[in-house]
């Protein structure tokens, strides 16, 4: 069964999970290795970069040793706009550390499509080529979304371009002025990639989530529902507050 961890809010769950990412961190710190962190947009993960922020500048917390592999982005997508991933990783956390920009990666929006395919292969082989991700952090979309591996993913999948499913659209609408402003796809790594991390966290709050919480770990695993092929992995556990647990 699944391993869940309800705190009673999502403050003090953030604080937690940045421990654990800070204590990775130290961990590789005068090994000569990286500390490989996959890491997640929205609103969910932003206190855990907060706490993060607050580690670096109030205990010195460095990130020179540490490579970052963002789950997603828009495509197309320029960084420099607003509502790319690229924005919200600078304004919520690299703006305010002290890792190195070429440490930073995260998928391109701006790609001609002919040159998508590849992109990800190399998005692979670069994981590979650090050791893997450590530690992967993940929100849930209300499809059940991990990254952006909407409904009909398959378990075994890669770095790809994907389209979105209509629900993911609409809860993006409000960033993007709108649905119709929302792209309609989007390069996510995938379910495989996602596995083959070391250790995997996914967080979700509040009572809007507890539905879909529900399902993925107590739903019958299928692609119907992506966040439902984490009961098959050994490395994940659940960090909810109350609300997003009050389902299960
Ligand atoms: C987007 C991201 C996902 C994220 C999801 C939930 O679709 N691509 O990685 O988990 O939104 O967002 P939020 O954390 O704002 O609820």
Redesign the pocket.
Known sequence: KLPVTVYPNKDIASVKVAERIAELIRSKQGTGEKAVLGL??????VGVYEELVRLHREEGLSFRNVVTFN??EYYPMPPTAPQS?VTFMNENLFNHIDIERENIHIPDGTLALEDVAAFCLNYERLIEEYGGLDFQI????RTG????NEPGSAPNSGTRLVTLDDL?RR??SRDFGGKENVPTK?I?MGIGTIFKAREIILMAWSGK?APIIKKAVEGEVSGEVPATYLQLADNVEFVLDEAAASEL
């Open positions: 997640a947009t929205g609103a969910t993960p789950l997603d991933y993940l929100g849930i979309g979304h991990v990254g952006f993911t809860d993006a989007a996510t989530k």
